[in-house]
């Protein structure tokens, strides 16, 4: 008999891959999993997240609004709302509540470039619904009721169920070996170096042989954000996961995150998130 550690006759080459992607790369933090109703009369008022959203129906149908677009979600499929997306929903059954677990959490890229990951705002059918009917159903009660050991399992199995979507072709991760090598070496430095209250986008770009403006646009083109806003999300995601896993204080956070004085942490984190750190760590901690 025969041992065998890899299985690439098994697995289409674009799977095979993404495992690591998914795996070592992808960051999930997953900060709340409910299982949650809406009447037959029920309208949601348009509102933006600082997370992204997961719902998984397990009973009637959900017409989500964003721009200019609809989505209906209902049993056998889920509905990713990446954050910053502002949308309203409405009960689109009216004989039936509307029920589904909904996850909130971040995905970011661990040792990668690009976060967090542009994930489309859309529907998608779900592999196996009988499965993640059951697994995440399961997943509701293990988070509520022993949240040490139900953050992890449900985090895990974020990946496996992005994992699925991956290997139906329903989702394509980003890949930063696309950016222009400039802007490749400008994350790397982002990521290495933000923790220093002196790194900013000025010294940055002449660090990559680049003018403000001209270093400005490329980032622009390539990440699509501003590199200035890229830095502030960063710091910022680096201050969650610190207040969500550690007990350490707002100075000692905003030493190690690349903020001034943790009164100036306090006022960019309330603004980004529409709640203070203390509530925060209060509502989503490991404490909890």
């Given at each position: 008999m025969k041992e065998r550690y890899t299985l690439p006759d098994l697995l289409p080459p674009t799977l095979s891959r993404q495992l690591p992607?998914?795996?070592?790369?992808?960051?999930?933090?997953?900060?709340?999993?409910?299982?949650?109703?809406?009447?037959?009369?029920?309208?949601?008022?348009?509102?933006?997240?600082?997370?992204?959203?997961?719902?998984?129906?397990?009973?009637?149908?959900m017409r989500l609004f964003y721009a200019e677009v609809q989505h209906v979600v209902a049993p056998g499929q889920i509905l990713l709302i990446p954050e910053g997306r502002q949308h309203s929903a409405a009960n689109?059954?009216?004989?039936?509540?509307?029920?589904?677990?909904?996850?909130?959490?971040?995905?970011?890229?661990?040792?990668?470039?690009?976060?967090p990951p542009e994930f489309p705002l859309r529907t998608f059918n779900l592999p196996?619904?009988?499965?993640?009917?059951?697994?995440?159903?399961?997943?509701?009660y293990a988070f509520n009721n022993a949240e040490i050991a139900g953050r992890p399992y449900g985090e895990m199995l974020l990946k496996v169920l992005l994992l699925e979507l991956v290997a139906t072709g329903q989702l394509s991760l980003p890949r930063a070996a696309g950016f222009e090598p400039r802007v490749t070496r400008a994350l790397?430095?982002?990521?290495?170096?933000?923790?220093?209250?002196?790194?900013?986008?000025?010294?940055?770009?002449?660090?990559?042989?680049?003018?403000?403006?001209?270093?400005?646009t490329l980032f622009q083109e390539n990440v699509g954000v501003a590199p200035k806003k890229y830095l502030l999300r960063h710091r910022l995601k680096i201050v969650s996961r610190l207040l969500l896993t550690t007990g350490q204080s707002l100075k000692e956070i905003a030493e190690l995150s690349g903020f001034r004085d943790a009164s100036y942490l306090s006022h960019c984190f309330s603004r980004h998130n529409a709640r203070p750190p203390g509530d925060y760590r209060r509502k989503f901690g490991q404490g909890a």
């Open positions: 992607a998914i795996f070592q790369d992808l960051r999930v933090v997953l900060l709340s999993c409910l299982f949650w109703r809406m009447d037959t009369k029920s309208i949601m008022v348009p509102r933006t997240l600082h997370d992204t959203l997961i719902y998984l129906p397990v009973r009637g149908r689109d059954d009216p004989d039936t509540t509307f029920e589904a677990v909904a996850l909130h959490g971040h995905f970011e890229w661990g040792g990668g470039l690009l976060h196996h619904p009988d499965f993640w009917r059951e697994a995440l159903l399961r997943l509701v790397q430095i982002i990521h290495s170096q933000c923790h220093k209250p002196s790194f900013n986008i000025a010294g940055l770009s002449r660090q990559v042989n680049l003018g403000p403006a001209r270093f400005r």
